[in-house]
């Protein structure tokens, strides 16, 4: 079969630009196709993927940095087998746009499709097969005018996995959806006349394509960013010119068009190959998807791409124990030093004595001064890192100087040339960069970075302080605005080291995760240590007053507090806390009511009450803390309504702002299934509920409290109420139960 | 041509189990779609439709004999009552199938609920109990029924490969299945006439996820995030019918049992749709978990049961109206009541599920059976379907298979099969032309130079001389008079055909009578109507 000749070479069109701003910091000064993934490039790796595919001639498209690709091009073993391209256009600012230029340079033969790779490739399928696939469409139906890649399998989620609608037997891809994880919709929603009236008629089995869930348990399926377009995709692309993002316009605008009659396909990696064929494919999407592929590589998915094998970038590794590699050119190791894998070092590295290394990969010449470690972190070339520092979950791009005792936090990107001074704390998901950020229309020093710079980075430092994605101004254009994906929330997802588990898929049970760990509030403040929230001073003892304890001493609860934030903000299981929280409380000999008052009072307290969220956003808010932390409770109390009585009491006691909100909060409560209507019920006629027994024992507050204790009673009886006619009134259409309630409870 | 039946095993395949572990329950209904068979005097049972002069009851009964089960419930119309009731004592008696035990009940016998008594007051008026759906009766006759169940339509003819015994053990072999239901993949023909069904499952773990009738459908389609989350890969229908064959777990009769009758009203509109929607929605499953998946049921116990030498009896599981009476107006506090006294903590919550078994003929070749032969036999096997005779073109497409299998057949079987009739009376004229792939009931006349080709001819027909029928359905007592032309027709029972009547692509319902000479073509017509 593959002997026939084919006058025309296969070819394959490669963006380098990534036309977002992912890998930002780090992309200064190079392109982001020129990043090294275990020391060797994205475009190193994407060009052997091409060959690997029968790939003939490679157009690189490139954007910024295009003479440093043409140099990089120049000097690549490649130049011998593949016919490289580079064509550069500095206005090209989407795909479309980029397309729209291809189309109008004419370098594309209309024989054969071409490949066209969104982003950096390491793959070890033979994309030639999808050529073929949909070249034999295409014989059938001459209508086919592009062939989407699906990648199936994998337990890993991700924060950008479309929803497709599948023709199975024919392949024909009928509707595509984006489905950022954040905001989550609670429904999808497809048009009926694709079920009720297909074109043609005789399609009758559908299959719905979606991201891995939650449970991780079964692969979902992922758009692998490689299409084989015939030329009518950049002609259709000139054509209309508003298209830009190639999946929500382009694909979307062929598939909802009557008049186009082109359909698109898609095809399937992963799951059906034989074995022995290599079927890994993954595209480099944003950091989380870099780390994801840096490990894959290590450990060997892509094989026979790895490290000691075929590395495309020609070092030489030696393989050891557990998937360790080790450049076998000059690298010093400790004999204290220990390294556990999946983990490369580069060449010429020395790590010096009592170090660590932990799932991480260095690039050539790193130094690691005695007593550090660098944990799930991806250091480039030329990195000197000094005595006693701690690097987790980031990324340090080339040339930086670490000086002593720096920690840089989680999901952190440093930046080409920064150096960071002695002593720095860089917190969370921070970008350093060594010029100032300076985008487009950019007129003058923002005061505020400016001095967040000084204050986090010090004087001994050179670098600046970057906006993270989700708080720069969304002003790239008005087309990304309405791009799913682009939500700040969803976008600060895409960041490396950020845990998806506790992620649910009903709400947008991010948010509140979100904003506490990763806006830059937060974070000045967590480090100033003056919370805004919470519990700062001394709490009140008036909680504990109905209890046979003498009440919880200040430190039980400052400490319950820490273990309380510190499983919160590192995304522990709950289940976890529960247990530490368990070894706790007899440790300060609290008893197990002001653990579970703790617990309760710490979720509330995560409640937010923007304004801007409405009645809808504090119900999801809650349901979604109380979903995630419902399994915490069984430990801690057998009755319920114990538990309710102790939301009422923290809301009384230290958030009044709060007890409007009250029915809404319980409502939440009983979405999650944290308590169901017979505790509400019994709440609602419990004495003490309505404040009596709480005055006089308090904190002499007296006939003011109980008054408290009433009004914040009123509002969850409200609710209750509402709650008890429904249970007890009519079930029928169960499935439309919650929306009338939801309505119900928005007119409260 | 009575079936026997060996008890110690039908065909060495399953030995009849000791304990029954299944009932079927078959609910016989009024032929809504069936007109113009269900209008006129003397109606036919919608179970007694013959297919090849057999009546369809007999198929389905047999099918759940050939299963192993014993136990049959078979609900029907009070009118249908003695005709069915003398058609299972001629053909079921126990002398014949010793083991067998039919229960024959009308829809009026069973259990009134209290609510039940003002909407049946309305229901018994004008058209008796015609309002009910099958949920409702099911709920009543649940007494009746001890163990899990298969409830089965009467007028389902299955396909060789689908039996139901392999239906019931992908039932037992799923200890968290509530439903096993079948899909079934029906010939074009009958499609059309068919409710268009959206239906989602997973093809991996059979578990079926949604059903939703496609006239309903709003603007756009909805989907729960959730479902697509936990199925990546969820496939969709639009092709597949419901075959109406429910293996229930016992406890949904307890959960009807907890719900007001006009919540519920048939099993295929409401009932099965919610359970199947309730196997996913966490909120739905979690409460009825509770009443589906009774906690006091012990695993072990309960695996005993299905042990064949130990003697464990299975306890019938309590009727939980005291645990989910929410039938009266003030159900919710007893149910308050019930769970302040019982229980302080969450109740644990069983998973269960909703299985599918989807029927298509084995072979891959695309499904399109031409609707009309123009007399050509088809060499090859035509894909087997499963086929419901719950419409006219169901019934049509039943009859139609039936001839050509005789057609096929015709080398093994005698041409005429008149010359086996032993009475003799079978009187046919020596000059009438039978085509080898018709059939002659027993009792009937044929008079001299008709013809008859590609036709079933029911019991006691009279066929008058020079009549020419050809791909016709006769039922029993018809008379067609001298020179009558017929091609293409349904003639229902006591109809008569007058003499030199033209009849083309009709349909007649019982007692009509065709004037002499008449020319129908295209029409459906039941007695007191005119052409």
Redesign the interface.
Known sequence: KLDIPDESPLQAVVLADSYNRRFEVLCADRPRILLPLCSTPLLTWTLEALSLSKVKQVFLFCGVHAEQIREFVEQSPYRRTLDIQCLSSQTARTPGDALRELDSMGVLNGDNPFILVHSPLVSNYDLSKMVDAHKRRREADPNYIMTLGVGQGGSRRHPESPIMLVHPPSSRLLHYASHPLVPSTPRVAFPSHLFTDPFPASIDSYEIWSGTGSSGGRGGYRDLGVDICELDVPALCTENFDYHDLRRHFVNGVLTSDLLGKKIAVHLVGGRQRKGEGRYIERVRDTRTYGEITRDVLHRWAFPLAPDLNEPGGTQYELRAGNVYIARDNVMLSRTTTIRGPALIGPASSLQSNTSILRSTLGTLTTLGPNSSITDSYIFDNVLVGSHCHLDNCIIGKDVVIADDVTVGRGALVGDGVKLGKGVQVPPWTRVGRERWRPEGWEEGDEDQEAKTLRILGDQSLGFIWPTEEEQPSSDSESDGEDPYEHPRNKSLLQLGRSLSNLSSSTGSLSTLSKASSSPASIASDLDTSSDEGYGDVPSMSLSMALPTTGPSAEFTKEAQLTLERGYEEGYDVVNIGTEMGLLFPAYNAGVESARKEIIGFVLSKIPLAPGGGAAGVLGESEALFKRWKPIFPKFTQDYTALVLDMQAYVVEKRQEMGGWFGLVLRGAYEADLVDEGVLVRWRDDPRARGEGQGDAGAGAGEGEQEKWVEVWKKGKMYVDVLEEMESGSEEESGEEEEEEEESSEHE | MARTLDPSGVSGKRPIIEEQDFMAVVLVGYGEHLYPFNEGTNVLSKALLPIGNKPIINIVLDWILKSGLLEILLIVPPSNYSALSNHLAENYSSASYPRLNIILKKFTDGERDEDDANTSGLGMGAKPAETEGTARVLKRFRSYIKTDFVLLPCDLYPPAYLSLSSILDKHRSSPSAVLTSVLYDPPEVIREHEE?L?SAYDR?SSELLMLQN?DN??????????L????????????LLDAHIYVCRRSILDLLAS??P??LDSMKVQVIP?LV??SW????A??WSQLLCPPDEDPLLSALSYSTTSRVTRAPQPESDSKSG?ES?D???N??EN??TLK???VPHVPWHCQVIISRPPVPEPPAPKGKEKGKPIPVAEPEYLIRSNTIAGYWELNRRFLRTLSSSVGATPARPAFDDPTGKAAIHASAQISADSLIGEGTKIGERSSIKKSIIGRHCVIGKGAKLSGCILWDFVTVDENAKIENAILCTNLRVGAGAQIKDCEFGPGYEVPSAAVLKGERLVLGQEA
Do not use: C, N, V, Y
Request: net charge positive; aromatic share 6%; no cysteine.
């Open positions: 268009a959206l991996r496609m459908l709003d603007e756009d389609f909805e989907i729960r995030s959730a697509l989350e936990a199925h990546p890969t969820l496939s969709l229908s639009t092709r719900r007001r006009r919540d919610w929607k309730g929605q966490k909120g739905l979690r409460q929410a107006p159900a919710f506090e149910g308050m769970s302040q302080p903590k969450p």
